[in-house]
C-alpha cells in the first residue's frame, strides 16, 4: 500500500525532485499555510485526511504559522509518524498528539549550531577581546592575559544531541567535561558523569555551566536559589534549554553577588521577551531572541534528516530520533 506523506507546499518546491530520485513509492500529501491539505490538488480540511508520516519541517518558522500547525496536525484524523523540526518537545501540543497514538520524531538537527554558539559567547567572555578592541583604539601596548579554555571545567545538563555536540567541542580544546544526564555514564567526551542528584557536588567545579536538558517536571525551576549557592564563585552560565528551567530572580541575585561572572541567556520563560524584563538591560547578561539554531547549515540537516527517516520509512527500517512516548508522561 501506498504511504501517504504530508508535507508543507513550499517545501515540495525544494524536495519533491529529491524525493522523487529515490523513487520510493510514496504519495506527497501538501499542506497550506491555512491549515487545509492538498490531496489530488482538492483543498480538504484535516478531519478527513489520515497520513502515515507528516513533516512538520524548519519553513514554518512564524510562531502563529507553529501554532497553526500543530492544530492541523491535532485535527487530522490520524498521523502514523511525526516528523517534528523541534528538539525539545515541551510544547503541550507534543503530549496531546502522542496520546493520540502518533509516534514522534525529533530533531538533532540544530545541534551543531547551538554548540557553536555555546563556544563563541564562553569564548568571547573568557578571552579580552573587548578590551583587546579598547587598546587598539587607544594605540596602546599592552599584554591582555586570558584563561584558556583548555584550563577549563564545563557541567553540561543534559546529554542528547545538542549536550553531546558541545561536550564534543569541548573536549577538542583540552577542557574537562562533567555531564548530568539519566544515568552517569562517561565516554570519550565525556570526564565525569553523574545525574542530578548529584549537581551539589558538580556545581561547585564548573567555570561554565551549559544548560541543554529538557523541559520536564525534574528540570522545572531547577535553576534555583539553593543552585546557584552552589556554584563555583565566577562560573558562566549559558541556557540555550528553556526558560523556565531557570528561577530569573535567583539568577539575577547570583550575578549581583558576584557568584554567576556572566550569564548568556537564548531562552526565556516568555518569548519574545517583554521589552521591560529587566534581563534586557542586565549589564552581566547577554540575551539572544531564541537564535542560537539559526546556523547556515541547520536548514540543509534538517532536509537531510527528514529524506533520510522517510526513506527508512518507506522501507520499513528503525527511524531515526525516536521519543519515547513515556516521556510525555
Known sequence: MTKTVGIYEKAVEGLGARLDAQGLGIKLVPFTRDGHYLVDGVRTPPEEVSLDYLWLS????????VQDAFSMALRTRAVGVLQTFN???????????????????????????IAEY??????SLVHPIALQAEQQAKRTWQVTPFREISQTNWLILGFGPIGQAIASRVKAFGARTMVVRRTPQTGPTVDVGGTLADLPALLPQADVIAMACPLNEQTR??????????????ALLVNIARGAIVDD?????????????QAVLDVFHTEPLPADNP?????????TPHTSFAGSGTRGRWDQLFLENVTRFARGEALQSVVDPASFG
Not at 118 to 123: E, G, K, N, S
Not at 221 to 234: M, N
Open 58 to 65: 524548519p519553513m514554518l518558522s512564524a510562531e502563529k504559522f
Open 87 to 113: 528538539a525539545g518537545l515541551d510544547d503541550p501540543f507534543y503530549a496531546k498528539i502522542s496520546a493520540k497514538g502518533t509516534h514522534i520524531c525529533n530533531s538533532s538537527a540544530q545541534s551543531v549550531a
Open 118 to 123: 555555546v563556544l563563541a559567547h564562553v569564548m
Open 221 to 234: 525551576g531547577l535553576a534555583d536559589q539553593s543552585f546557584f549557592d552552589a556554584v563555583k564563585p565566577g
Open 249 to 261: 530572580a535567583a539568577l539575577m541575585a547570583a550575578l549581583d553577588s558576584g557568584r554567576l561572572s
Open 279 to 287: 534581563l534586557w538591560g542586565h549589564p552581566k547578561v547577554r540575551v
